[in-house]
């Protein structure tokens, strides 16, 4: 079981690495939702006030970033950099242009650059976790395997 959960994935059959790495998407999107709940009912706090109300905690953005970056840090040992943008920071980028799109007026139009500047930032931190996962990783994978025991 072990060698399955840790070894590469271009050792195991195709079928396994797309089920794999629909499973990592899945669950970032999944903790994503989680951890940054949606409130379509966005309203002002007061009538002359500009901030609104969100449930977006500080506790649920650390919770999303430890769960994304070890999604990061897992495919980057057991993949190839190229899919850990796609499978890791993605299914986050794609829900949140969902979230803000849902909004029913752009608050001064700011939510495409907000967008952006979290989109790139979540793109660099998944794609250096990944990085530096895979610069751990041993050349034989095997006998790491097998010591791992």
């Known amino acids: 079981m072990t060698e399955k959960l840790l070894s590469p994935l271009r050792n195991r059959p195709v079928p ?6 629909l499973l990592g998407a899945g669950v970032a999107a999944v903790a994503y939702l989680l951890c940054l709940p949606w409130d379509l009912r966005n309203r002002a706090q007061s009538p002359d006030t500009l901030s609104e109300t969100t449930p ?3 506790i649920g953005v650390v919770s999303l970033i430890l769960v994304l970056a070890a999604l990061a840090a897992y495919f980057g040992r057991r993949d190839g950099l190229g899919w850990i943008v ?6 986050p980028a794609a829900l949140m242009l969902l979230s803000f799109r849902s909004h029913p007026e752009p608050d001064a139009s700011a939510w495409p650059l907000a967008w ?3 989109t790139v930032v979540g793109a ?7 990085a530096v996962a895979r610069s751990l990783r ?12």
């Open 56 to 58: 977006v905690t500080a």
């Open 16 to 21: 396994e690495r797309l089920l794999t790495r």
């Open 86 to 91: 796609p499978v890791v920071a993605a299914p």
């Open 116 to 118: 952006a500047f979290f």
């Open 124 to 130: 660099v931190g998944v794609l250096v976790t990944g």
């Open 138 to 149: 041993p050349e034989q994978p095997e006998e790491w395997l097998l010591t791992a025991r």
